[in-house]
Nanobody
Framework: QVHLAESGGRLVQVGGSLRLSCEAS????????MAWFRQAPGKERDHVAS????????YYSESAKGRFTISRDNAKNMVFLQMNSLRPEDTAVYYC????????????????WGLGTQVTVSS
């Protein structure tokens, strides 16, 4: 069983930056690919970024490319999402997800989910 806890979401101005964190409670964190998804009000949950077990491979949605960076610290059981140049359309609940094995951008492949952290970008 993997328990995930996101943090770092808050209200931020357009053009600002945020760093989201996700702490995983699992003994073998380095065996899990990790990802961030988000769900805006009235919309489906979408992929934002994902990272392989070693961190060598990363994948981003088109909207995240060039603005967001996913990273991980296997020694601390943490995954991060650095978000820059934030836009109002980035407003959403951001979820951390984990799956054992290969990285994926498809949420159906992820077995473990956090409760989410709210990011609100105000203009």
């Amino acid at each position: 069983q993997v328990h995930l806890a996101e943090s770092g979401g808050r209200l931020v101005q357009v053009g600002g930056s945020l760093r989201l964190s996700c702490e995983a409670s699992v003994r073998t964190f380095s065996n899990y690919a990790m990802a961030w998804f988000r769900q805006a009000p009235g919309k489906e949950r979408d992929h934002v970024a994902s990272i392989s077990v070693t961190g060598s491979d990363t994948y981003y949605s088109e909207s995240a490319k060039g603005r967001f960076t996913i990273s991980r610290d296997n020694a601390k059981n943490m995954v991060f999402l650095q978000m820059n140049s934030l836009r109002p359309e980035d407003t959403a609940v951001y979820y951390c997800a984990a799956r054992r094995g290969d990285v994926s951008r498809y949420q159906s492949f992820y077995d473990y989910w956090g409760l989410g952290t709210q990011v609100t970008v105000s203009s």
